[in-house]
């Protein structure tokens, strides 16, 4: 059964930093593109960051130079590196493993950036 576990998401004043993680199992995690994708309230899932099963990273605009994405293949981990956070970076973040055609879901984890 595949399973992808977020955890790290808090509240944070603006300026601050988090880091975001996700345990993936019942995959061939290295075989996988792992991302991060967000949902603020009243808006569509956007990808914020993925890392390919190559180590290829690709950023949205919006976090380029703020937010780092990596993964522990040993681990069968990702993780999303959150700095300078703004309010406007407010979201649940979700967790994702994608491969071919076939995409996983996590159940999220609430980031919270107050002004």
């Known amino acids: 059964q595949v399973q992808l576990v977020e955890s790290g998401g808090a509240l944070v004043q603006g300026g601050g930093s988090l880091r975001l993680s996700c345990a993936a199992s019942g995959i061939i995690f290295q075989m996988y593109t792992m991302g991060w994708y967000r949902q603020a309230p009243g808006k569509q899932r956007e990808l914020v960051a993925d890392i390919s099963s190559g180590g290829t990273t690709n950023y949205a605009d919006s976090v380029k130079g703020r937010f780092t994405i990596s993964r522990d293949n040993a681990k069968n981990a990702v993780y999303l590196q959150m700095n300078s956070l703004k309010p406007e970076d407010t979201a649940v973040y979700y967790c994702?493993?994608?491969?071919?055609?076939?995409?996983?879901w996590g159940q999220g984890t609430q980031v919270t950036v107050s002004s």
């Open positions: 994702n493993a994608k491969i071919a055609a076939r995409s996983r």
